[in-house]
C-alpha cells in the first residue's frame, strides 16, 4: 500500500528476532495446545516500489489441537487441530496514482473482500493431512477496503489512489476448500533435515472455483508434517511430541492453479454482466506462483516470512505481482 514503510519495519523485525533468541538454550519441549497468528501481506515488502494488483492482505487467526483422548481409537490420525481465520485483501490495478491512472489501465479490477473461515485439520501417523475449510466472505464497498487504503496513505503522505468508484459491486459469498498434503521425499536421519511434500488444492463456491497442485521443498531443522508450524500443526495436545526445541526451516512451494472462477475479478457469480460503473475483467485460466520463505519457531514464538510471485492472473493485465508476507505466531496453554 506504500513505498517507504519497508524501512520502518526492519528495526521491528531484527527487536522480534532478538526478543525469540533470548529462548533459544531453552530446554523445553513442553507441548502447546493453542496457537494465535497475525500475518501481514504487501507489494512494498518485496521492494516492488509500486501498488498495484494485490496490493495488501490482513490475517488473524487461531487454532486448538483437539485432546488426542478424543480419537485414541484411530490407529493412523495423530492429530487434529479446529481454528477460525478473519482476514481482508485488497486488489487494485497496475496504477492507481493521480498523473498516471487511467481507465485505460484498469488491467486488474479493484476489489476488497473480507471473510471469515473456519478450519478443520487432520494429521495422520503417515505424514499426510487433509485440511478442510469453509468462509463466509464479503466483497465489494462494505469492506471499506478503499476508505481503509485512503487513510493509510494519507497517514503516510503517498497519494491519494484513485479509481475506487470501478471497483468491484457488493455481494456475499460461501466458500469450500479441501486440500489434501502428503510428504513423498525425506532423509533418512533420525533429525530430518530436508523432505518434498504434495500438496493438492479444491476450491468451490459462490467466490472461488479452481484447483492447484505443487510441491513443498523444506531444509533446516525439520518437524516431522504432524508437528511443523510450516503446516500449520504445531500446537499438540498429547500424541507424539516434537523432535527437537526449535524449528527452522528455508521452503519453496510452487504451484499451478487452474481457475475457474475468481468474484475479485469477474464480480457478482449471479450477475450476467457488469453492474453500472463497475469495471470487471476476465481471468487467466492457468495461474503459476511462487513462494520462497524461513520459518522459525522457538517455544512460544514463531515468525515466518516468504516472498511470493503470481504470473498474470487477468487476461491483458500489464505485468505479474509480487508480494511478501510476514507471519507472527504465539502458542500457549
Given at each position: ?221 525439520l518437524e516431522k508434517m504432524f508437528n511443523s508450524a510450516v ?82 492472473e487477468v487476461v491483458n493485465v500489464i505485468k505479474a505481482s ?12
Amino acid at each position: 500500500m506504500g513505498r517507504s514503510r519497508t524501512g520502518l519495519l526492519f528495526p521491528f523485525f531484527c527487536a522480534v528476532f532478538i526478543l525469540m533468541n533470548q529462548f533459544v538454550f531453552a530446554q523445553d519441549n513442553r507441548q502447546y495446545a493453542y496457537q494465535v497468528g497475525g500475518q501481514t501481506d504487501n507489494d512494498s515488502y518485496a521492494f516492488t516500489g509500486r501498488d498495484r494488483y494485490y496490493s495488501n492482505g490482513l490475517f488473524f487467526s487461531f487454532r486448538k489441537a483437539i485432546d488426542s483422548k478424543n480419537y485414541a481409537t484411530s490407529n493412523n490420525i495423530v492429530k487434529k487441530i479446529y481454528g477460525f481465520e478473519l482476514g481482508h485483501e485488497i486488489f487494485m490495478p497496475f496504477t492507481a496514482q493521480k498523473g498516471y491512472y487511467s481507465e485505460d489501465l484498469i488491467d486488474r479490477p479493484y476489489a476488497g473482500y473480507i471473510y471469515l473461515k473456519g478450519m478443520y485439520d487432520f494429521f495422520y501417523k503417515k505424514e499426510s493431512a487433509l485440511n478442510l475449510s469453509a468462509s463466509l466472505g464479503l466483497i465489494g464497498p462494505s469492506t471499506g477496503v478503499d476508505k481503509l487504503q485512503s487513510w493509510v496513505h494519507d497517514a503516510f503522505g503517498y497519494y491519494e489512489p484513485q479509481g475506487w468508484e470501478h471497483q468491484i459491486k457488493n455481494s456475499y459469498g460461501i466458500d469450500f476448500t479441501a486440500t489434501y498434503k502428503k510428504v513423498f521425499i525425506k532423509n533418512s536421519l533420525e533429525n530430518r533435515r530436508f523432505d518434498c511434500s504434495f500438496i493438492g488444492e479444491a476450491r468451490l463456491g459462490t467466490f472461488f472455483i479452481g484447483a492447484s497442485a505443487g510441491v513443498l521443498l523444506r531444509a533446516g531443522g525439520l518437524e516431522k508434517m504432524f508437528n511443523s508450524a510450516v503446516f500449520n500443526a504445531k500446537p499438540s495436545s498429547g500424541g507424539e511430541g516434537a523432535l527437537r526445541n526449535s524449528e527452522w526451516s528455508f521452503y519453496a512451494l510452487p504451484m499451478l492453479s487452474s481457475v475457474v472462477y475468481d468474484a475479485t475479478i469477474q464480480g457478482n457469480i449471479f450477475e450476467p454482466g457488469p453492474l453500472p460503473n463497475e469495471i470487471i475483467k476476465e481471468p487467466q485460466r492457468l495461474v503459476f506462483s511462487q513462494q520462497i520463505g524461513f520459518l522459525f519457531t522457538e517455544r512460544k514464538f514463531g515468525l515466518d516470512i516468504s516472498y511470493n510471485y503470481r504470473s498474470k492472473e487477468v487476461v491483458n493485465v500489464i505485468k505479474a505481482s509480487q508480494f511478501g508476507s510476514i507471519k507472527f505466531f504465539y502458542f500457549f496453554n
